[in-house]
């Protein structure tokens, strides 16, 4: 039965899952690769070994042949062809038995007629015949007698006896002998060649089997002494210990420890921060109502909900920051995977309407600056609209009663930019700027300016470098240039534009 997600779907159940994603084993595919090619090398090497045995084998056989052919060849050449086939010797080889040993004996003519030994020797289709007096020369050939294979040696003389048809010039003496004798004793070579492997290759096995074991025991033992460490237990692994073939391994294993070390450092550092952060507002909203359940006067009742009115808007926007801030931070490879060309005018506009209210109760004046042509980039429309909010909310809230906030957007030539185009974000406003000693430490949670006159929780840049180092954008803070105000502050991100 196949097993119900909640959702009333079907799924793939936890065998069909286990068969999916089963591991490869390291062992298996080494053990593959060594015995793979051998076991395929194994046939062939049969086949060379039979090849060789063969060639072996008719060196002994051939020499012999050929010492019986110059035997006879030399009393042809004294006592002519009928001479020699009455001798002694040439009646001695004719009574050995044909198998193994010779099939028989012949002597032709230089026209191909027959003048003494065994007609079932077959005529060679074309053999010269050498000059008189010149060496001799063996000229062997492979064919079948009868139901033998056989090997055939032969050589032209000059009987120095005229007599018959030798009268006329050379004759060829040819001698057989049965091949079954050869092959046997190469069969026998490689049989005894072959024979030892059957019992030598499954011992090699085994103890191919049992080295790689043992080779690869030091990887169990590493896995043994990362599997008993504790849940907390991110220290560095002794790389003393490894193997050399893995050392890189191991470093870079160590080299993600640090970087797991250092980030659970910055969320310990980060929760502490966030837990004193909120405590703070949280006891004064305490006290706050402690004192509002005392009051009598009406008057001061409500300005006592006012007061907590307040302090919660400033609560939920710490915690709203906190929320954006981690969100930011965890989210990394996942928003990169769900970025797309967006016109960055959106975002930005959708962020001026909603903080449009605040800045018209803090009588501000509120800028709003784009180009009629859109402006692209890659990125996750969200994530931008947060940075674009909390640039301006930190302008809105830095910049005194009357002032102005602008939000800037525009594309840079290339001689502007002088690399490829880019979409500038500029955000400026008439607050009391920031000094340029403390403009790198304000990307810092939590990090604030004091006496700056103003009330916050140090999270909105965070956020901003966050979110634009996902975007690969870059940030600079500035002073306004001159003459367009007294004092104050510009903000620029700069992003790659999108094609």
């Known amino acids: 039965m196949p097993e119900i997600s909640p959702s009333g779907e079907p799924t793939e159940g936890a065998a069909g899952r286990k068969r999916r994603h089963h591991p490869r084993s390291l062992f298996g595919e080494i053990l593959d690769w060594m015995l793979a090619p051998m076991l395929l090398l194994w046939p062939l090497s049969i086949g060379i070994t039979y090849l060789v045995a063969q060639a072996i084998s008719a060196k002994p056989y051939d020499a012999a042949l050929e010492h019986t052919l110059l035997q006879l060849a030399a009393q042809v050449q004294t006592e002519g062809a009928h001479g020699a086939a009455q001798s002694a010797l040439w009646q001695q080889t004719l009574r050995q038995p044909p198998v193994g040993g010779i099939l028989g004996y012949q002597v032709r003519s230089k026209a191909g007629a027959l003048l003494a030994g065994e007609a079932s020797l077959p005529a060679p289709a074309s053999l010269p015949p050498t000059q008189a007096g010149a060496p001799l020369t063996v000229i062997w050939r492979d064919s079948e007698i009868g139901a033998h294979s056989a090997r055939l040696a032969g050589v032209w003389v000059w009987p120095r006896v005229q007599h018959g048809a030798s009268a006329t010039g050379p004759v060829l003496v040819q001698v057989a002998q049965s091949t079954e004798a050869r092959t046997r004793l190469a069969r026998d070579i490689v049989q005894g060649v072959i024979l030892p492997q059957f019992v030598v ?64 450092q910055a969320q310990k550092r980060f929760i502490a921060d966030a837990a004193h952060q909120i405590k703070t507002p949280l006891a004064g909203l305490r006290m706050q109502a402690e004192l509002a359940q005392r009051e009598t006067d009406p008057a001061d009742l409500r300005a006592s909900l006012r007061q907590i009115g307040r302090s919660v808007e400033r609560t939920t926007r710490l915690v709203n920051q906190l ?96 690399s490829a185009p880019v979409v500038q974000l500029q955000v400026d406003d008439s607050g009391p700027g920031i000094p340029e000693a403390e403009r790198a430490l304000v990307f810092e949670p939590f990090y604030r300016i004091l006496d700056n006159g103003s009330e916050g929780s140090g999270l909105g840049l965070a956020i901003v470098r966050e979110i634009a180092r996902q975007h690969d954008a870059e940030i600079t803070l500035s002073d306004l240039p001159r003459g367009a105000s007294a004092q104050g502050l510009r903000v620029q991100v700069q992003f790659g534009r999108a094609k």
Do not use: C
């Open 201 to 264: 290759v499954p011992i090699f096995i085994l103890l191919v089997w049992f080295g790689l074991g043992q080779g690869i025991a030091p990887l169990n033992e590493l896995q043994a002494r990362i599997r008993r460490r504790r849940a907390d237990d991110i220290s560095p692994i002794d790389e003393q210990e490894a193997p050399e073939e893995i050392a890189p391994l191991v470093d870079s294993i160590n080299s993600l420890f640090a970087r797991l070390q250092q980030s659970l």
């Open 323 to 418: 929320l954006a801030l981690t969100r930011a931070e965890n989210q990394g490879g996942a928003a990169r995977a769900v970025f797309e060309t967006i016109d960055l005018r959106q975002p930005a506009a959708e962020a001026m309407q909603e903080l449009a209210m605040l800045a018209l109760d803090k009588q501000l004046e509120l800028e709003f600056d784009s180009p009629p042509l859109p402006l692209p980039v890659r990125g996750n429309a969200l994530l931008l609209q947060e940075l674009i909010k909390n640039l301006l909310h930190n302008a809105i809230t830095y910049t005194p009663p009357g002032g102005s906030v602008t939000l800037r957007l525009r594309s840079a030539t290339a001689d502007e930019a002088r």
